[in-house]
């Protein structure tokens, strides 16, 4: 089955303390990209990536981290997490940039 | 920078109903719009995707509309079901600039909340 994979689904963590969410679809798309959304505030898109090895920053990059060294697996990465990160996360994948974006089921992370 | 306004923020109709969202942007250099749908508790699904060259796409009961010029896109749901309740959003994506930085970005409007009640 064509999917994007999240893992974990739910997390409560505290600040500062690493941690990676992971995301690995099974399509093989070029195109790579992570968001957060938060109430009132809609879905904003924190990185990118157009194919292995190149990642940009969305609109929200700070506080996270990506890499992209294989086509399937764009995991987020909040060095230091802080409470302003508690969001619901969402990865997606797409054949290529401009083609329509298959989500995965999301990540609601608590930092306390 | 781009922003995405979707009116209305929220929108019950009784089921048969044939119904409008509509999706406003500010920069009409885009390459292409897409809709999507998201259930509760779940991902956003894709449902329509408009190329800029284009003036709408059809899916089933969906058809969605693009305007460059006056910045804004409709998407049209005929005889409206109680399984079509979900959030409906909006998100464009802008032509390349001189230097590429916005490449590939994806802006979102904030949704329309859809009920369609028996």
């Known amino acids: 089955e064509a999917q994007v994979t999240q893992n974990p689904r739910y997390l409560i963590t505290v600040t500062g303390k690493k941690l990676t969410v992971t995301c690995s679809q099974n399509?093989?798309?070029?195109?790579m990209s992570w968001y957060r959304q938060d109430p009132g505030l809609g879905l904003r898109q924190i990185y990118y990536?157009?194919?292995?090895?190149?990642?940009d920053k969305g609109d929200v990059p700070e506080g996270y981290k990506v890499s992209r060294k294989e086509k399937r697996n764009f995991p987020l990465i909040l060095e230091s997490p802080s409470p302003n990160q508690t969001s619901l996360y969402f990865c997606?994948?797409?054949?290529?940039?401009?083609?329509?974006?298959?989500f995965g089921d999301g990540t609601r992370l608590s930092i306390l | 920078k781009q922003e995405v306004t979707q009116i209305p923020a929220a929108l019950s109709v009784p089921e048969g109903e044939n119904l409008v969202l509509n999706c406003s942007f500010t920069?009409?250099?885009?390459?292409?719009l897409q809709w999507f749908r998201q259930d509760p508790g779940k991902g956003l699904t894709s449902l329509l995707l408009?190329?800029?060259?284009?003036r709408e796409q059809t899916s089933g009961r969906l058809n969605a509309s693009l305007d460059k010029s006056s910045g804004r896109s409709t998407l049209y749901i005929a005889a409206s079901q109680p399984g079509d309740s979900a959030t409906y959003l909006c998100?464009?994506?802008?032509?390349?600039?001189?230097?590429?930085?916005?490449?590939?970005?994806?802006?979102f409007g904030q949704g329309t909340i859809l009920t369609v009640h028996p």
């Open positions: 408009i190329q800029s060259s284009q």
């Open positions: 997606a994948s797409s054949l290529w940039w401009d083609q329509p974006q298959h």
């Open positions: 990536s157009m194919n292995v090895e190149v990642t």
């Open positions: 998100a464009v994506i802008p032509l390349a600039n001189a230097g590429g930085t916005s490449y590939g970005k994806l802006t």
């Open positions: 920069d009409s250099a885009i390459y292409n």
């Open positions: 399509m093989n798309h070029e195109y």
